[in-house]
């Protein structure tokens, strides 16, 4: 009997570990972007884009993993501005798609290789603290594509 209530207590402590973060995030009104998949925004890049648009989806999330333009296409054309201006504007509105609010993206490296092309990475932090995985990066060509 002593042996039950111990199992009892212990799965009604568990439950409790496994709401609480769930309101906790809830009440900060800065919940993770849930893992519903968002066709509007990638529909929204493919429409923008210049050529075709090859995209990736996680199967674990059913968000876009990647997304890449094809030969001579420009995922972002509407944007004239420098590798980082670009970047940044190109994730400001289409963030979520990756299953990241912009507002948790943090840019940590700006790379410009040889022939011209910059990579610019960016980790997704959460309070502060990064989320384990969550990294994307963006390759911009010489001419800005």
């Known amino acids: 009997m002593k042996s039950l209530r111990y199992v009892v207590g212990l799965a009604v402590v568990g439950a409790g570990l496994t709401v609480v973060p769930a309101v906790q995030q809830a009440a900060a ?21 210049h050529g075709s648009v090859e ?7 059913g968000k876009a993993s990647s997304m890449r333009a094809g030969v001579g296409g420009d995922l972002y054309p509407s944007s004239d501005a420098r590798p980082i201006g670009k970047a940044d504007a190109f994730l400001r509105q289409y963030a979520r798609a990756f299953g990241a609010p912009y507002r948790q993206l943090v840019r940590t490296s700006v790379k410009k290789d040889r022939i011209g092309s910059t990579t610019l990475s960016y980790l997704q932090r959460y309070h502060r603290v990064p989320v384990f995985g969550a990294m994307l990066r963006m390759s911009i060509d010489k001419q800005g594509t």
């Open 55 to 61: 995209v990736s989806s996680s199967r674990a999330t």
């Open 29 to 49: 009104g800065d919940v993770p972007a849930p893992a519903v998949r968002e066709p509007s925004l990638v529909q929204k890049v493919r429409e923008g884009a």
